[in-house]
């Protein structure tokens, strides 16, 4: 039997927040879904969480396998999925109980949907809603160029994706890697023929202490940094301008390179030479859009002096 929608929630450990997470999953307004909980291994409460959810609701799927990480639970849950569309949803972070019934009066034939989110603490304080101006249906290219102006692009629990577009092209989530939204969701919007955003605000971005996106663990920050260079390598292989001289239309490739090249401020010492030396190896500053005067300045003083770029431009 099909279904409209598959709800997919890697879990490692975030017993705290669980039980908000799945309650804004079950108490969708719109009815016609599933819930796949990918427990990854967890050691803490949340199995037992995730066990009384499973008793009490039918649509829920659960995987128990060993800690294997977030892009293996992710594809993990896929293969599970029986939903015509994909959601990706982090277990501290929750959704408005409105979500699906928003998504399925705009959704159409859309390949891929994109929705708003509100970033907030801990306690439910509010640090940002990201109110971004909506466009219909456009393709990956164009979608590309008006979603990466904009503060969020990569993060893979603010879209929704056509299952059969998914599977057809065979995304995957790369294992073992920091940053695995960075090394997939780009290239999934630049090669979707309709593309859809929505001025919809309908996912809270929990800024947990101690999450892998907020670790003081420089020997993280140096995984993180790396494995991002590395994914940036395999992403640029797509762009249709790479081989070109001039890049001067490609907001893909700019965009993944503007990325990559700033990660580099989370570095120092050694480790930030060898990855500016790397860059310089592989001309990513080539990838920078140079369409107006004022970024062609900025690439003129990133490949002069990357470090002096990093501290004056924000």
Same mark, same amino acid.
């Given at each position: ?68 990480? @977030? %892009? ?6 896929? /293969? ?5 569309? @994909?959601?990706?949803?982090? %277990?501290?972070?929750?959704? +408005? ?12 034939? %859309? +390949? ?9 603490? $801990? ?14 249906? @456009? ?14 692009? $990569? ?16 995304? #995957? ?6 940053? +695995? ?9 630049? #090669?979707?023929?309709?593309?859809? %955003?929505?001025s919809y605000v309908g996912y809270h971005y929990v800024q947990r202490k101690g999450s892998i996106m907020n670790s003081d663990n420089y020997d993280k920050e140096v995984k993180k940094a790396f494995d991002m260079l590395n994914q940036y390598k395999t992403l640029r292989l797509f762009s249709k301008n790479i081989n070109k001289k001039n890049n001067l239309d490609d907001y893909y490739l700019s965009y993944i390179t503007n990325s990559v090249i700033? /990660? ?16 310089? #190896? ?23 002096? @990357? ?6 431009? /924000?």
């Amino acid at each position: 039997m099909m279904i409209k929608y598959s709800f997919i929630v890697p879990v490692y450990n975030t017993s705290k927040y669980l039980d908000k997470c799945l309650k804004s999953l079950v108490n969708q307004t719109f009815n016609d879904f599933e819930i796949i909980i990918v427990n990854d291994g967890s050691t803490d409460n949340s199995k037992s969480i995730i066990s009384n959810y499973q008793e009490k609701y039918n649509n829920i799927k659960v995987i128990n396998q060993k800690n294997e990480g @977030l %892009s293996s639970a992710r594809n993990n849950g896929v /293969k599970k999925s029986i939903g015509n569309y @994909l959601l990706f949803i982090d %277990s501290d972070d929750y959704v +408005e109980e409105d979500l699906l019934k928003k998504i399925d009066e705009k959704i159409d034939d %859309s +390949e891929v949907l994109r929705y708003q989110v509100i970033t907030e603490d $801990e306690d439910g304080n509010n640090i940002k809603i990201f109110n971004e101006k909506p466009f219909d249906v @456009l393709n990956g290219f164009d979608a590309f160029k008006e979603l990466s102006s904009y503060h969020f692009v $990569e993060p893979s629990c603010l879209y929704v994706y056509k299952k059969d577009y998914y599977l057809d092209n065979n995304f #995957k989530f790369k294992i073992g890697v920091y940053h +695995e939204d960075y090394g997939l969701i780009p290239y999934v919007i630049y #090669k979707a023929r309709k593309v859809k %955003s929505i001025s919809y605000v309908g996912y809270h971005y929990v800024q947990r202490k101690g999450s892998i996106m907020n670790s003081d663990n420089y020997d993280k920050e140096v995984k993180k940094a790396f494995d991002m260079l590395n994914q940036y390598k395999t992403l640029r292989l797509f762009s249709k301008n790479i081989n070109k001289k001039n890049n001067l239309d490609d907001y893909y490739l700019s965009y993944i390179t503007n990325s990559v090249i700033v /990660k580099a401020r989370n570095l120092k010492g050694k480790e930030k030479q060898k990855y500016i030396n790397e860059l310089k #190896k592989i001309n990513a500053f080539d990838g920078v859009l140079v369409n107006t005067n004022i970024r062609k300045l900025k690439k003129k003083l990133m490949k002069l002096n @990357l470090n002096l770029y990093l501290k004056v431009i /924000k």
